[in-house]
């Protein structure tokens, strides 16, 4: 499939507080922020694309896009007449964007689960690509949960053109790239926000880039590990509105030609726990919260995010 999604762009949250949580992507997470709006800013990593995320100013935190790439106009034109044909709400047809966020091509829809996201083409890219081993250089993957599995994987294999890599009893992992996955389906309460990874050079540099985020007050809610599926090593953290980022590297590389999608009974046997290494030990029970959104849906999220939000980031 030529017409197809490439890769992830971005991601776009809703944030309580503005600078209090650009003041955490910067500072402890260790994006550069290169573009502001009224009440929105946008955030690069040291990779070339013009940012990878954005953060809006609401009253509750909320996932407010998905951001894929795609090749040219022409993709990006057959990708929204097949979105369309599909059934699914097309909220902006494709039209140029904004050049404050980069630019490019690009339309708006709503996934069949009713979430936001966008797929565009021609986006400006960073000349100069940052050599900082403990600084996040892409978004890795972002995971979504579902009470609809089965109504999500078609929509993203049959029209964004994403491949099945490997089925658990748990999750879909789809791929759009060499990547063995850059969207994840989670069976659980959704639709909602389960958490979203930013790829590190190496291990190092996720060693280097943990401590940084422990050293300003954020415990590492999940790890460090190696997962089953993917074989990347993580580590996992709340950040100020209740929402789950991932640190995560070496993210295994497959070939279409070869690779065969293994399901839940072989995951099962080979990998029953999540973590290969058996270093990560359980999710913290907040963790679990955060990843089923009840940090920044629910209740729940304004007091849990009240207590992170008060943290002293240096």
């Known amino acids: 499939m030529t017409n197809r999604v490439t890769g992830v762009r971005s991601v776009e949250l809703g944030v309580r507080d503005l600078h209090q949580s650009a003041e955490f992507y910067t500072k402890v997470w260790a994006l550069e ?5 009224s009440e929105c800013m946008h955030f690069r990593a040291t990779g070339g694309e013009h940012h990878v995320l954005t953060i809006r100013e609401r009253p509750k935190p909320a996932l407010l896009g998905v951001h894929f790439a795609a090749n040219d106009r022409a993709a990006v034109d057959a990708l929204c007449a097949k979105a369309r044909g599909y059934g699914v709400e097309i909220e ?3 039209a140029p964007l904004d050049r404050s966020a980069g630019g490019g091509y690009g339309f708006r829809f709503r996934t069949p689960d009713g979430l936001p996201m966008s797929i ?3 986006r400006v890219q960073h000349p100069n690509v940052v050599l900082d081993r403990s600084r996040p250089t892409k978004i ?3 995971v979504l949960n579902s009470a609809r599995t089965d109504d999500q994987i078609p929509f ?4 964004l053109g994403f491949k099945l890599s490997d089925t658990t009893h748990m ?4 791929r759009c790239s060499a990547d063995h996955h850059s969207v994840a389906i989670f069976r659980n309460n959704g639709p909602s926000l389960n958490h979203v990874a930013y790829e590190l050079p190496n291990i190092d540099g996720l060693m280097r ?3 940084r985020v422990k050293q300003n007050g954020f415990d590492i809610e999940w790890g460090i590990g190696r997962h089953g599926p993917g074989a990347n090593v993580f580590s996992y953290f709340i950040e100020p509105n209740g929402f789950v980022a991932e640190y995560t590297t070496e993210l295994d590389q497959l070939d279409d030609a070869t690779h065969v999608p293994q399901g ?3 995951w099962q046997k080979v990998m029953p726990m999540p973590d290969r290494w058996g270093t990560a030990g359980a999710p913290s029970n907040r963790m679990r919260a955060a990843m089923s959104g009840a940090l920044y849906l629910g209740e729940e999220a304004d007091l849990r995010c009240e207590d992170i939000i008060g943290r002293k980031l240096g």
């Open 120 to 122: 565009s083409s021609d």
């Open 171 to 174: 999750m879909e992992f789809l």
């Open 33 to 37: 922020q290169v573009g502001a709006e």
């Open 209 to 211: 880039g943990t401590g």
């Open 156 to 159: 993203f294999i049959d029209v």
């Open 264 to 266: 839940p009974d072989y």
């Open 92 to 94: 902006a047809d494709p």
């Open 140 to 142: 890795s993957h972002v």
